[in-house]
């Protein structure tokens, strides 16, 4: 293996162990939302509301951390941020009542911010045009790993409690945080003038980008979220079975990512987005027609979850090298910002409308998406700044 090689190796298993505990956070609350939703009294609005804090303040922290990514080490600042969810969910465990845990996920939140605009950057930078598809899938498959597993062991944690879960995973992000600050090692940079935010936001492609992240999270984070109180709500499984779902759900999205890179690195992302974006809006209607949820899991899992992927591959491709830090955080701050607002506005969905016409709609957001991509894809190169 050839030094370069092995700084690509050595990068990509790095960022992909801080990817993977960063969205462990992600779906530990979710699976163990009916137990909580149950132990305080609470309604769907107010069960979403818990993960939508967790969003809103994951989101407010990318774009500072997008304009430190050009001036501070960017594995101090990822390290960091996992020690920072760490304490927050930690708080989490032993929060007194409903609004302490409020606070608690927001500062967990706040440090799950340091991931994504830092991990684009350092993938971006050690792999080559070429080999960007098959190394982001990577860095998804690791994601997509603690999916599939984080629901699958804190059911399995579940006789000790609900608090219990979250009191485990704080350590292992502690632990991971420590490993990463002490072994990523990247040359010092020069310091640049920070972009501002009006060349960016002047650029109508970058508008288009910024849209389309928009959208999926909106359609993305409400289906993903609710499933597991979807499963137990229309199909009257166990909140068990439901965590069980939930991790097959993911297993299918770890599935699917592989094949994903593969197949933009050989034939563009543009040429497969559309047909994703399609089948994953007819699996999601599909549980508003109430078709045998085992089927539509495996459907959504497969086509949803891969296509992080492909909106990510579209931000670099379009994205200038000098001002990507701060460019993916913007599109991560839109994007979570809308994942948070899609948690409580499906809750209000499904308290007003329940859960069939509320996934309807969520299932009509993937489609409207599909013509922005159309006028991307019309464009070959950087933005013109």
Same mark, same amino acid.
């Given at each position: 293996m050839t030094g370069e090689h092995l700084k690509q190796a050595s990068t990509l298993i790095l960022v992909s162990l801080s990817h993977a505990i960063n969205h462990s956070f992600w779906v530990l609350i979710p699976t163990l939302t009916p137990l909580i939703l149950e132990e305080l009294n609470l309604t769907y609005v107010g069960a979403g509301t818990i993960f939508s804090v967790y969003l809103a303040a994951y989101a407010a922290g990318q774009i500072p951390l997008g304009f430190l990514a050009h001036r501070v080490s960017r594995p101090i600042i990822m390290g960091s941020g996992l020690i920072i969810s760490s304490i927050g969910t930690a708080l989490t465990a032993i929060a007194p009542d409903y609004y302490a845990i409020l606070a608690f996920q927001a500062l967990a939140g706040f440090g799950g911010a340091a991931h994504h605009p830092?991990?684009?950057? =350092?993938?971006?930078? *050690?792999?080559?045009? /070429? &080999?960007?598809?098959?190394?982001?899938?990577? /860095?998804? *498959?690791?994601?997509?790993?603690? !999916?599939?597993?984080?629901?699958?062991?804190?059911?399995?944690?579940?006789?000790?409690?609900?608090?219990? #879960?979250?009191?485990?995973?704080?350590?292992?992000?502690?632990?991971?945080? %420590?490993? %990463?600050?002490?072994?990523?090692?990247?040359?010092?940079?020069?310091? &640049?003038?920070?972009?501002? +935010?009006?060349?960016?936001?002047?650029? #109508?492609?970058?508008?288009?980008? =910024?849209?389309?992240?928009?959208? +999926?999270?909106?359609? $993305? &984070?409400?289906?993903?979220? +609710?499933?597991?109180?979807?499963?137990?709500?229309?199909? $009257?499984?166990?909140?068990?079975?439901?965590?069980?779902? +939930?991790? %097959?759900?993911? !297993?299918?999205? =770890?599935?699917?990512? #592989?094949?994903?890179?593969?197949?933009?690195?050989r034939f563009g992302w543009r040429k497969i987005i559309f047909s994703f974006l399609a089948a994953s809006s007819a699996a999601v209607m599909g549980f508003a027609l109430q078709i045998p949820f085992w089927f539509l899991v495996a459907a959504t899992g497969l086509f949803m979850m891969p296509m992080v992927i492909l909106h990510e591959l579209s931000a670099i491709e379009f994205m200038p090298e000098e001002v990507r830090g701060i460019g993916f955080g913007i599109l991560f701050t839109v994007g979570v910002a809308l994942a948070s607002v899609s948690t409580t506005l499906t809750g209000f969905l499904v308290d007003s409308l329940w859960f069939p016409a509320t996934y309807a709609i969520l299932a009509t957001i993937f489609l409207l998406e599909i013509p922005i991509f159309l006028s991307l894809s019309r464009k070959h190169g950087r933005l013109r700044l």
């Open positions: 830092l991990a684009l950057y =350092l993938i971006s930078d *050690v792999f080559p045009q /070429h &080999r960007l598809g098959r190394a982001l899938s990577l /860095h998804g *498959v690791s994601s997509s790993i603690s !999916f599939a597993i984080t629901p699958m062991a804190a059911v399995a944690m579940l006789g000790l409690g609900w608090r219990f #879960p979250l009191l485990a995973f704080s350590a292992l992000a502690a632990v991971a945080g %420590i490993l %990463i600050i002490a072994f990523i090692r990247v040359k010092p940079e020069k310091v &640049r003038e920070t972009p501002v +935010f009006s060349r960016l936001l002047r650029s #109508p492609d970058f508008g288009k980008l =910024l849209a389309t992240y928009g959208l +999926f999270s909106l359609g $993305q &984070r409400g289906i993903v979220n +609710f499933l597991p109180l979807m499963l137990a709500a229309l199909y $009257q499984v166990t909140v068990s079975e439901a965590g069980w779902w +939930f991790s %097959i759900f993911f !297993f299918l999205g =770890l599935a699917g990512q #592989p094949l994903v890179g593969y197949l933009s690195d």
